[in-house]
């Protein structure tokens, strides 16, 4: 159970396109949604914080007019990454969670964006 | 606010040796602790977690931690090292409390490798 399907894995495009990633729960109702960047070898930095029906919320540094993220239903979020740049390569993960904090949170496989 | 200090951004054990990722944490409140395991190019996988019940914590894959407020420790365990867990290892925390970002602060992560 708890599966978390992200998708798609694997993202090539050109500067100045805008790329949409999709994270959806497939067996539980996410109340939040959590987006994630790694750079290669490095952690996982929260970007930002998302409930069903309400604006996300970005973490300092994060622009949310650059990532643009949209909770609508309690299976599916999206963060599309807007007019992209190289600098803006990296790997995304999404993680879903059901409850409060003292719930884990369960993670998709991420997306590998590479900007050209 | 709450920070993970991860001792050893890598660590070698043979096989069938007894694992140890060390995992120090900060925070202002009790905390909710966490350890997953990453695979190359995936997301992350709960091994094991702590919220405030029994502070040894048995977890998937033969891993335990045991939570030491005195020593605001959560240090990951396995008696013995198979092949299959080489991969890296984030442990991670979350408030029970108050306000401060939702989702979960990372340490840097512990590259474990395993000796045949």
């Known amino acids: 159970g708890a599966v978390v399907s992200q998708h798609p894995s694997w993202v090539i495009c050109k500067s100045g396109t805008s790329v949409k990633i999709e994270c959806r729960s497939l067996d539980f109702q996410a109340t939040t949604m959590f987006w994630y960047r790694q750079f290669p070898k490095q952690s996982l930095m929260l970007m930002a914080t998302s409930n069903e029906g309400s604006k996300a919320t970005y973490e300092q540094g994060v622009e949310k007019d650059k990532f643009l993220i949209n909770h609508a239903s309690l299976t599916l979020s999206t963060l599309t990454v807007t007019s992209a740049h190289p600098e803006d390569s990296s790997f995304y993960i999404c993680s879903a969670r059901s409850g409060q904090r003292n719930q884990p949170q369960h993670f998709g496989d991420g997306t590998r964006l590479s900007i050209l | ?116």
């Open chain 2, 1 to 116: 606010a709450q920070s993970v200090t991860q001792l050893g951004s890598h660590v070698s054990v043979s096989e069938g040796a007894l694992v140890l990722l060390r995992c120090n944490y900060s925070s202002s409140v009790p905390p909710y602790l966490f350890w997953y395991v990453q695979y190359p190019n995936q997301g992350l996988q709960l091994l094991l977690k702590y919220t405030s019940a029994a502070t040894l914590v048995k977890g998937i894959n033969g891993f335990e931690a045991e939570f030491k407020k005195s020593e605001t420790s959560f240090h990951l365990t396995k008696p013995s090292a198979h092949m299959s867990d080489a991969a890296e290892y984030f442990c991670a925390v979350t408030l029970n409390s108050g306000g401060g970002a939702d989702g979960l602060t990372f340490g840097k992560g512990t590259h474990l490798i395993i000796q045949p």
